[in-house]
């Protein structure tokens, strides 16, 4: 019996050194720290595709992406305009992700050959309608960025 | 004797009282259903019935590719979800003959170790929880905290990084990476004293763990039962020892060997397994080597026709891949030998003859997880 109350005892103290010391709290207040919470930069929130300030961002539509996707959830919708000299090339009409059905396995970006894809931060994804995550990742009127070799 | 319980539970001629333990029961951790044949409170034998999560991940693996395997990994045994992801990479890199930088062996040792560190302390707080200990919920979180926040720079998610691919990592480590785990050396050293002030020295505790669900070692060996449970017996089949792969060769280590074969042996395995975890993980952090932090490999993976096999070591036992292979860029079929099935089967074997609440003990100190199992 004695044991017993020993080691219930040894228990408590543990218990109650956290209890009466409030450094040794690691708690995130969540939902009011929102201001001030940083993800880490690598984290996985969602796919994105960086734009520049001129609206331009760096998918030729190759659809590497879409075929290294173990799930399907990018669908690239291609189009044909001409370009300055007069050819026709072929450009990204609709960038589509499916955020519903990605399981973050990173090799979309991976094996970008443009890097044109990267991570975004973004992580409070509930919506209401399972439409809302099918997103488009080019933005309206966005064009190709042209590099200089 | 298979028949004559079929035969009970179908036709219910004695006096037998049958329960359904699960699917949403809160100790078993999953959706697994175990049928349970009482008589009086005593357990005369039960019948696990498992599927209830299965996904064909076997299947799906022969549609996809080897790059492409790897995520599904992640989904089976999802707390050694680096063990599983690096077991069919050396599969790979076996049948391709390709030779990993040392970097990535050293990193994929470390990461194996502070998986197995997480895994073990969240089992540590569940088991405390299912015997009635809820303090032990929170203490263990809180410290498996800093090893998520190490994996989530390093690779951006905190439970199912597909880290590693064929031939290396996806990245090089985050800068960081060496001195968080320092810092986490030595903020763990100092709490896992408390785990045992709170949990192993507790009375009621060790009345709930002590000389319960005995496992012979013969059983063990019998059912296959590997991992902390099967050394618990005095089985010694830590595949680090028995065939070490990644820095495993060169890192001292001891393999934790239990003789009790109770509740009680099981837990102190573990709790003996994470003190060397943290011992090898001190020995490997400093002397990573400079390098790259992947092997050249070709876009298309096209593994030579062939069987190849390959088995590693995870946080609750012997994980082994069979992979058949016709020369294609998906594999023909592809076997995974999961040490959580093995594990559940033995529950009948050890909880006859114990009271009902003993059942949440033992099927606790098996650590289960269900996904692994019906995967």
């Known amino acids: 019996m004695f044991r017993g109350i020993s080691s219930l005892w040894a228990g ?37 595709m960086p734009h520049d300030e001129n609206n331009q961002h760096a998918c030729t539509g190759c659809g590497i992406c879409e075929m290294n996707c173990p799930n399907g959830s990018i ?42 894809l990267a991570w975004g931060q973004k992580f409070e994804h509930a919506v209401f309608d399972r439409s809302k995550l099918t997103k488009v990742l080019n933005q309206p009127g966005s064009k190709i960025r042209k590099e200089a070799k | 004797m298979s028949e004559e319980i079929i035969k009970d539970v179908i036709v219910g001629e004695n006096e037998d009282y049958i329960i359904n333990m699960g699917p949403q029961h809160p100790s078993t951790h999953g959706v697994l259903r175990l049928e349970v044949c009482l008589k009086g409170e005593t357990v005369k034998y039960l019948i696990p019935h498992i599927g209830y999560i299965h996904r064909g991940i076997e299947k799906m693996c022969e549609a996809n590719t080897y790059q492409q395997i790897i995520h599904l990994t992640d989904r089976m045994d999802y707390l050694s979800a680096h063990m599983n992801n690096e077991a069919v990479c050396m599969v790979v890199e076996d049948a391709m003959q390709v030779e990993v930088p040392e970097r990535v062996k050293y990193i994929r040792t470390i990461l194996n170790e502070l998986n197995r560190l997480a895994s073990h302390q969240l089992w540590w707080c569940a088991f405390g929880m299912d015997l009635g200990a809820l303090t032990t919920f929170f203490y263990g979180l809180r410290d498996r905290e800093m090893i998520l926040d190490i994996f989530e720079e390093s690779f951006g998610s905190r439970l199912l990084h597909s880290f590693n691919t064929p031939g290396g990592l996806m990245h090089d480590v985050h800068p960081n990476f060496q001195n968080r785990i320092k810092e986490f050396i030595s903020y763990f050293r100092k709490k896992l004293p408390e785990y045992d002030q709170l949990l192993t020295g507790n009375v009621i505790f060790q009345e709930r763990a002590k000389g319960v669900g005995f496992m012979s070692k013969e059983t063990a060996i019998g059912y296959g039962v590997t991992g902390p449970s099967g050394r618990g017996s005095g089985f010694s089949c830590d595949i680090r020892k028995i065939a070490p792969y990644g820095a495993y060769d060169k890192v001292q280590f001891n393999e934790i060997l239990e003789t009790g074969g109770d509740v009680f042996a099981r837990y102190q395995v573990r709790m003996a397994e994470m003190r060397e975890s943290l011992s090898i993980l001190e020995q490997l952090v400093d002397n990573i080597p400079e390098g790259d932090f992947t092997a050249k490999m070709k876009p298309i993976i096209k593994l030579p026709a062939g069987e190849y096999f390959r088995r590693v070591e995870t946080a609750r036992g012997e994980l082994a891949v069979y992979v058949v292979s016709d020369g294609n860029k998906s594999p023909y079929r592809m076997k995974f030998r999961t040490p959580n099935f093995s594990n559940l089967f033995v529950m009948n074997e050890i909880a006859a003859g114990c009271k009902i609440a003993d059942l949440i003990a033992i099927s606790g100190s098996l650590d289960l997880v269900i996904p692994d199992i019906d995967r």
């Open chain 1, 12 to 48: 408590m103290r543990i218990t109650g050194k956290y209890f009466f010391s409030p450094r040794a709290i690691v708690t995130q207040q969540y939902p009011e720290n929102r201001a001030t919470l940083k993800m880490e930069e690598r984290f996985k929130g969602e796919v994105t």
């Open chain 1, 75 to 116: 669908e690239i919708l291609t189009d044909r305009i001409p370009n300055a000299e007069g050819k026709m090339e072929r450009v990204i009409d609709k960038h589509i992700y499916h955020l519903s059905m990605c399981t973050f396995c990173e090799l979309c970006i991976k094996t970008c050959p443009s890097n044109a």
